[in-house]
C-alpha cells in the first residue's frame, strides 16, 4: 500500500512538472490602452472645403496612443525558434465603437516564427517594413501623431500605415544592423503588381546613434489610376490611405511612393533629439485627374527633454515643401510646431497636454484634380484630415488621460 501511493504521488509530481514546463513554453498576452481627452482647434471645415471654418471643441480619443486591446504570445518550438502572433483590435474610447467596420483586429492580425540566430518571418495584417525601420525616428513618440505627424502625415511615419496580406522578414541585430523586408500581396487576377506593397528598410543602432533609411511603394489596384480600389493593400481600415488637405487632389493616383532617412542621438538620460527627411511621390495613371508626378519632401526634427522620472517634454518642427507640377507655379508649403508635456501618475496611467500650430501658403491641387488649382490651408498632425483649416493657419491644443494594462 505505502509502495503504491509512493508511486502515486510521483506520478503525480512528474505530471505536474510535465504541466509546468509546457506552460512555461507557451504563453499569451493580454494587453491594452485607454485614452481619452478634450481638444480645440479652430477654423475647422471639412475636407475639401477652404469655407466656412469655425472653432471647434471636442471629445478627443486614441490621441498620445491609440484606444486597443490586443492578444500577443509565443510558444516555444525547441532549438531557439518560436511561433509568435498578435490581434490587436482598436476601438473608439469616447463611444464604445469599433475603430473599423467589418474587421475585428483591424490594428494587427498576424502570426509567423521567430529565431534569434535567422530573425522572424510573420504573416497577415501588419506594419509594412517603411514604417518598421523608421517608426523609432517618428516625431509620433513625443509630439503624438495626432497633432504632431508631419503635415497630414504625408509621409506615413504614423501607425496608420497598415498593409493586409503581408508577407514579412526582419534579421537580427548584427553589428549593430537589422534588415526588413515586406510584400503585401495585391490578390488581383493575372497581376502581382496591382494592389501590391512592397517596402525595405535598414537601421543602424549602437550605443547613443541610431540611423535609419527606408523605401515603400503602395499600388492602387486600379493600376490606370482612378478610384483606389479595393484589393489595395495598404490601408486605414479599408479607406485610401495619405488623403488629407495637403494631397486632396492626387487620390486617383496609381501609386504612392515614399523614401525616408532618419537618425537619433540620446545625449543623456535627460536629453535626446531624433531628425527625418522623406521624399513622398504621388504617381498618375492614364485615369488619374492629375497628370505630373506631385512630390513632397518634408523635414522634420523632435526635441525631448526628461527633467525629471515623471515628466517628459518635448518640441517639434516640421516643413513640407510641394514641388511645381500639375500647372502650379507658387508651390505649396507647410510649416509646423508642436509642443507636449507629459506627467506620469504611474507606469501605466498619465496626463498630457499637446500645442500645435501650421502656416500654409502656395497653392495645390483640389478635390477635382487638374486644373483645380487653389490656396494651400492648414492641416495639422494626421488627426485633423477630416477636419482641416479653412485657411492657411490652424491652431489645436488638447489634453487627455492614458491608462495602459
Known amino acids: 500500500m505505502k509502495q503504491h501511493a509512493f508511486r502515486l504521488a510521483l506520478v503525480s509530481s512528474a505530471a505536474m512538472a510535465c504541466a509546468a514546463s509546457a506552460l512555461a513554453q507557451s504563453s499569451v498576452t493580454l ?31 486614441g490621441v498620445w496612443a ?3 486591446f490586443g492578444l500577443k504570445g509565443a510558444e516555444d518550438l525547441g532549438g531557439g525558434t518560436k511561433a509568435v502572433f498578435t490581434l490587436e483590435s482598436g476601438f ?51 509630439l503624438t501623431g495626432y497633432y504632431g505627424a508631419h503635415p497630414g ?50 537601421q543602424y543602432a549602437v550605443g547613443a546613434l541610431g540611423l535609419g533609411v527606408a523605401f515603400e511603394r503602395v499600388n492602387n489596384s486600379n493600376t490606370a489610376g482612378g478610384a483606389w480600389g479595393a484589393n489595395s493593400t495598404t490601408s486605414n ?34 536629453w535626446d533629439a531624433t ?21 513632397f519632401n518634408t523635414f522634420g526634427a523632435v526635441l525631448h527633454w526628461k527633467p525629471a522620472v515623471a515628466w517628459d517634454l ?25 509642443l507636449s508635456q507629459y506627467y506620469a501618475l504611474s507606469k501605466r496611467t498619465g496626463l498630457y497636454l499637446l500645442e500645435a500650430y501650421q502656416h500654409a501658403n502656395g497653392k495645390t491641387l483640389g478635390t477635382k ?3 483645380n488649382i487653389i490656396d494651400a490651408t492648414a492641416t495639422l498632425g494626421d488627426g485633423l484630415n477630416s477636419a482641416p483649416s479653412s485657411t492657411g493657419n490652424q491652431f489645436a491644443v488638447g489634453a487627455g488621460i492614458i491608462h495602459r494594462f
Open 237 to 270: 481600415g479599408g479607406a485610401q490611405i495619405g488623403v488629407s488637405a495637403l494631397t486632396n487632389g492626387y487620390q486617383t493616383a496609381k501609386a504612392q511612393q515614399r523614401f525616408a532617412v532618419g537618425a537619433s542621438y540620446r545625449f543623456n538620460d535627460a
Open 314 to 338: 518635448g518640441a517639434g518642427y516640421a516643413y513640407t515643401r510641394a514641388t511645381e507640377a500639375n500647372g502650379i507655379t507658387d508651390s505649396a508649403q507647410y510649416n509646423q510646431f508642436n
Open 66 to 68: 491609440g484606444s486597443r
Open 275 to 295: 531628425a527625418t527627411y522623406t521624399n513622398t511621390q504621388y504617381i498618375a495613371g492614364s485615369n488619374s485627374r492629375f497628370f505630373d508626378t506631385a512630390i
Open 31 to 61: 494587453y491594452g490602452i485607454i485614452d481619452n481627452g478634450i481638444g480645440y482647434q479652430n477654423n475647422a471645415t471639412t475636407l475639401g472645403s477652404t469655407t466656412g471654418g469655425k472653432s471647434l471643441v471636442k471629445m478627443n480619443q
Open 369 to 371: 484634380g487638374a486644373g
Open 153 to 202: 502625415d504625408v509621409d506615413g511615419l504614423d501607425t496608420i500605415y497598415r498593409a493586409n496580406n503581408t508577407l514579412e522578414y526582419t534579421s537580427p541585430k548584427l553589428y549593430g544592423l537589422t534588415f526588413s523586408g515586406s510584400y503585401s500581396f495585391g490578390g488581383v487576377a493575372g497581376s502581382t503588381d496591382a494592389g501590391s506593397t512592397w517596402a525595405t528598410g535598414i
Open 92 to 142: 473608439n474610447s469616447a463611444t464604445g465603437g469599433a475603430q473599423y467596420t467589418d474587421a475585428i483586429f483591424g490594428r494587427q492580425a498576424w502570426v509567423g516564427l521567430a529565431n534569434p540566430t535567422y530573425g522572424t518571418l510573420s504573416a497577415g495584417r501588419q506594419y509594412a517594413s517603411y514604417y518598421q525601420t523608421m517608426s523609432s525616428f517618428s516625431p509620433n513618440t513625443w
